[in-house]
């Protein structure tokens, strides 16, 4: 038995318990194997969800796997159809779909997708009264960046710091050394053997990529009090390390490019929305509304509603708190590679985004993927097949890191 | 075997549009409603009206093209593709704050200067109505206000939208569970009648709202609208480009009183592309009066 939204029923599927409508009064009773004419009549009358059972177990797979194919495809109908990178993606979200609906995962019903039902509510700011220069302005006034953050940019930046002096600056603080030597102990960094300080790391790492991720750790901390009911901040920091991992993934693939760099770049690269909730959560609310109303992805939706996108706050802001430029040009181009100094980082975090945000379809994910273009991804010379086992790397390694940075 | 249809799966299930088809379509549709769609947007649109295709038997774009400008059947395939690209999703009682602005400033102000002036009369255009969440609402915050003293005024809430099938579901005012979900239980005891299909609303609401198809961008269509005292439209111009939006901007100047108040969606702004409202803050919201 399998509890499943209306508008997701196959023809065939059969009611394993009673349908009542509003009144008690039994609409379609249990055991009614369904047709096309009881599932309208199930959507019309308002009917959300229902029971229902297949009997054979090849059958099952059957309609599972059309279930699992209709609803990928509406987080796909933004993006080019005939594109060999969307295309291997849709393939292996299906897949993970598919596998999880075996396992009973319940997807998402229509209305929820589309947020028919959220109150939508006013803002401190409105469109065309505050650009993003004045919002990071703002931003800037609220609060200071942490002091470890500026000790670390200045020995990064003296470019003669040795491996006692970063593990000097790191080690004062003591939650972010922690955080540090768990994460490069965990299986993404694959290092040879167990480190236990912080000066061993910066031997087995590197000065200058140590340095890096601890730049990015200790900003993740400056984002640590924004209020969640209105935006939830484990899904935002789930999605940015999910990039971190596949920046840095990808990043070893791909020739000159550097992968503790890429893995900080994923990690901040949505801090222009963070920016943006804090100062705007209202109007934040209502972008994610539009984007999901109109199946279009966020930045488009910021787009049309604000007039500007969280990556042009984030440039601002990491402009402000000095983040080596390369980071900042990467963050700065993850929707738009094109414009980028650092093209290769750019599209490799744009591959790694619309990979994250097709893995979250599989996990309940409400925005459609943004996509990209084929000759920005062939620039990585990354063979599309080694998407696939990209994807269970990192689906491997997500949920243990998770636990690690937070 | 799965692993084996997997591998097949394709995503493609629609003809292809090639840009001029694009072009052609979309700005077709701006002349007739002003919505403005950009060419990154050209797969979602391919997709959404793929299955329209194949409704109608045609094997490309240009066909469809063809089929609504040439059709007999035009005007209704062309009513057909607003529907599709065109986002009509409303609940009773969304935007409470901004319906709070209403019940508990702007009604109580305008009745009480009515009365003074003698003229028990009040007109409200709801813009963009959709399947009629709004006009009742504002019905519903009407009678509250009003109570029994009602029946002394003469009150129009004129509904429009460019949906003739989002207006059929306003006129037959049924509504189920979920489009009652931000709705107070005591209020819907009170304005609606539990039917076997949902709730339909009470008539003494109903009898208020008069739904008409119309174009906000297009003064032909406004001038039917009645001088309001009130006009809300939320959350429709923000897909009009801004020359669009200044059009129906100048309709709504047109169309209310010099006293009167629009209410727009809350990250709608329209200081940037015209000077004839001025913003007024209120507590809970945003409203705007004639300059
Ligand atoms: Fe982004
Ligand atoms: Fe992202």
């Known amino acids: ?406 | 075997m799965p692993e084996l249809s997997i591998g097949k799966l394709t995503l493609r299930k629609t003809p292809k549009m090639s840009i001029n088809e694009f072009k052609e379509l979309t700005a077709f549709i701006h002349d007739k409603t002003g919505i403005a769609i950009p060419v990154r947007r050209k797969y979602l649109i391919e997709n959404k009206l793929g299955n329209r295709l194949k409704e109608l038997h045609l094997s490309s774009y240009a066909d469809y093209i063809k089929y609504l400008k040439f059709s007999p059947k035009k005007e209704s395939e062309f009513k057909k593709l607003c529907e599709l690209i065109t986002v009509n999703e409303t609940s009773f009682f969304r935007d409470i704050k901004q319906l709070t602005v209403f019940k508990n400033i702007i009604l109580p102000e305008i009745i009480k200067k009515r009365e003074k002036q003698g003229n028990k009369e009040l007109k409200i255009w709801s813009a963009g109505c959709s399947t009629g969440e709004e006009p009742y609402t504002l019905g519903i915050i009407l009678h509250e206000v009003l109570k029994v003293s009602i029946i002394g005024w003469r009150i129009q809430i004129y509904a429009t939208d460019i949906s003739p099938a989002v207006l059929i579901r306003a006129r037959r005012g049924i509504y189920n569970q979920y489009s009652l979900r931000t709705t107070p239980d005591h209020i819907i005891e009170k304005y609606f009648i539990k039917q076997p299909d949902g709730y339909k609303i009470h008539p003494k609401v109903q009898k208020l709202v008069n739904f008409q198809l119309l174009n906000i961008t297009d003064p032909k269509h406004t001038k039917k609208v009645p001088n309001s005292d009130i006009i809300f439209c939320r959350n429709v111009i923000i897909y009009f480009d801004d020359e669009v939006k200044r059009r129906v901007i100048n309709n709504f100047y047109d169309k209310l009183k010099d006293d009167g108040y629009l209410f727009l969606g809350y990250s709608e702004s329209i200081h940037r592309i015209s000077k004839l409202f001025k913003s007024q803050i209120k507590p809970g919201g945003i409203v705007y009066i004639k300059n």
């Open chain 1, 1 to 406: 038995m399998k509890k499943m939204c209306s508008e997701y029923i196959i023809p065939g599927m059969m009611l394993a318990k009673d349908v009542t409508g509003l009144d008690g009064s039994v609409l379609l009773e249990k055991g009614k194997v369904l047709d096309d004419k009881d599932i309208k009549l199930l959507i019309d009358a308002g009917i959300d969800y229902v029971y229902v059972t297949i009997k054979e177990k090849e059958e099952e797979e059957r309609f599972l796997l059309n279930i699992a194919e209709d609803y990928v495809s509406k987080f796909f109908m933004y993006v080019n159809p005939d594109s060999k990178f969307v295309s291997e993606l849709f393939k292996i979200v299906v897949e993970l779909v598919f596998d999880g609906l075996k396992k009973g995962l319940e997807l998402p019903c229509e209305d929820i997708l589309r947020a028919k039902h959220v109150e939508r509510m006013k803002d401190l700011f409105f469109k065309d009264m505050g650009g993003p220069e004045d919002i990071v302005k703002h931003e800037l006034s609220l609060a200071s960046f942490p002091d470890v953050y500026f000790r670390l940019k200045k020995l990064l930046d003296s470019g003669s710091a040795s491996a006692k002096d970063i593990a000097e600056v790191v080690s004062s603080d003591v939650a972010l050394a922690t955080k540090l030597l768990k994460l490069v102990n965990s299986p993404l960094f694959a290092l040879a053997k167990k480190v236990t300080s912080i000066e061993q790391a910066v031997a087995l790492v590197g000065e200058e990529e140590l340095t890096e991720v601890a730049l990015g750790l200790s900003a993740i901390r400056y984002f640590k009090d924004i209020p969640s009911e209105l935006m939830d901040m484990k899904t935002f920091w789930k999605h940015s390390l999910s990039c971190g991992i596949f920046s840095k993934i990808i990043a070893s693939y791909v020739k000159d490019v550097n992968e503790e760099t890429m893995f900080t770049a994923g990690l901040l690269h949505d801090v222009g929305k963070l920016i943006l909730f804090k100062n705007m959560p209202y109007s934040t609310v209502e972008t994610l509304i539009f984007a999901r109303e109109n199946m279009v992805p966020m930045v488009e939706a910021e787009e049309i509603v604000l007039g500007f996108t969280h990556t042009d706050l984030s440039n601002l802001i990491m402009e402000s708190w000095e983040f080596p430029d390369e980071i900042r040009d990467i963050v700065t181009h993850h929707h738009s590679p094109r414009g980028a100094n650092f093209k290769k980082g750019a599209i490799i975090l744009q591959v790694a985004d619309n990979l994250a945000n097709a893995i979250e379809v599989s996990r309940g994910g409400k925005y459609v993927v943004p996509g990209m273009n084929d000759e920005d991804f062939d620039e990585l010379n990354l063979p599309i097949n080694a998407l696939r086992p990209i994807v269970e790397k990192h689906n491997q390694l997500l949920d243990t890191i998770l636990a690690t940075i937070l």
